[in-house]
Nanobody
Framework: QLQLVESAGGLVPAGGSLRLSCAAS???????????MGWFRQAPGKEREFVASIQPMGDYSDYTGPVKGRFTLSRDNTKYTMYLQMNNLNPEDTGVYYC???????????????????WGQGTQVTVSS
């Protein structure tokens, strides 16, 4: 089992940057290297959508199209933490950001909510125009 806690989001101007982190804890934290981790976001009035995922050893990351080249996902399994660096933010990036973890399995992409077993509570990111 894992508990996931996101760092505080915030209000940033368009073009600004923000780094989110997701800290894992619990009986399975020492097995974090067995989990794919990801970020999803939910904008007001919209469904939650995939943002990015990272493989257990951090050797491969996947991003949704609108954030490619602007967001960078990384992880430090020794610190049980995942990081999402968000640059050149725009108002369309506004939403509640959720981190998630799923036990690794053979899968081309990890873009669906049901791919993940554990979720954080979410953190608000607001980008002003």
């Amino acid at each position: 089992q894992l508990q996931l806690v996101e760092s505080a989001g915030g209000l940033v101007p368009a073009g600004g940057s923000l780094r989110l982190s997701c800290a894992a804890s619990g009986p399975s934290e020492d097995k974090l290297s067995s989990f794919v981790m990801g970020w999803f976001r939910q904008a007001p009035g919209k469904e939650r959508e995939f943002v990015a995922s990272i493989q257990p050893m951090g050797d491969y990351s996947d991003y949704t199209g609108p954030v490619k080249g602007r967001f960078t996902l990384s992880r430090d399994n020794t610190k049980y933490t995942m990081y999402l660096q968000m640059n050149n933010l725009n108002p369309e990036d506004t939403g509640v950001y959720y981190c998630a973890a799923g036990l690794a399995a053979i899968r081309d992409r990890w873009i669906f909510e049901h791919d993940y077993d554990y979720w954080g509570q979410g953190t608000q990111v607001t980008v002003s125009s």
